[in-house]
């Protein structure tokens, strides 16, 4: 069972354009939606984490909108770069709970130059 | 403190061999996850700790598989009798415990069993 489940697998976006990356969820207990970035040979970093009491978190060119009814989030990158270049992964947690956290399958990104 | 250490950073072994890793947390952090990457997959959750205490051991995890954190500080993967199938990288993380908590991630250890 894929508790969350993320869209789409792989994703090519001009530079300066805006890239989209998907999730949706199934355990309404979820209470931390957190995405993380990882780089070829690198650990996953996080990258911008939003709860569901908000909408929309910004953090520089990354937004996170959060739609509760739908369970569904996502992640947009304005005017995206070369070195965005990377997989993204969604994921969730329970930390009302103290929880581990559940990660998505995956994004890979690639920004045309 | 410049992070999440795991050592080794790659490993190749025979099938049928056992293999030990170690993950050095930052040394605040009171919770540490194992997680298990495959090529093209988002990481598997393994097991986690809270200071010294196993707290969920995923179904993954076979019989073959254990970890270890004495003291709360480093912990241990170790995988015996290691099968094809247990090729992957190796993920560590640390965090603080309850909300808002950011999980840092090591560079992970890839095993590669031939």
């Not at chain 1, 300066?16 to 996953?44: H, L, R, V």
């Not at chain 1, 990158?77 to 070195?83: A, E, N, T």
Request: charged share 20%; net charge positive; glycine share 8%.
């Amino acid at each position: 069972q894929q508790q969350v489940k993320q869209s789409p697998q792989s994703l090519i976006v001009q530079k300066g354009g805006i890239s989209i990356i998907n999730c949706a969820y199934e355990n309404t207990a979820f209470d931390y939606f957190p995405w993380y970035q990882q780089f070829p040979g690198k650990g996953p970093a996080l990258l911008i984490a939003i709860r569901p009491d908000v909408s929309e978190k910004k953090e520089g060119r990354f937004t996170i909108s959060f739609n509760k009814s739908a369970k569904q989030f996502s992640l947009h990158i304005m005017d995206s770069q070369p070195g965005d270049s990377a997989t993204y992964f969604c994921a969730a947690s329970r930390t009302n709970r103290d929880d581990k956290i559940i990660f998505g399958k995956g994004t890979r990104l690639h920004i045309l130059p | 403190d410049t992070g999440v250490s795991q050592d080794p950073r790659h490993k190749i072994t025979k099938r049928g061999q056992n293999v030990t890793f170690r993950c050095d947390p930052i040394s605040e952090h009171n919770r540490l996850y194992w997680y298990r990457q495959t090529l093209g997959q988002g990481p598997e959750f393994l097991t986690y700790f809270q200071n010294e205490a196993q707290l969920e051991k995923s179904r993954l995890l076979s019989d073959r598989f254990s970890a270890e954190r004495p003291k709360g500080s480093f912990s241990t993967l170790e995988i015996q009798r290691t099968e094809q199938g247990d090729s992957a990288m190796y993920l560590c993380a640390s965090s603080f415990s309850g909300v808002d908590t950011e999980a840092f991630f090591g560079q992970g250890t890839r095993l590669t069993v031939v």
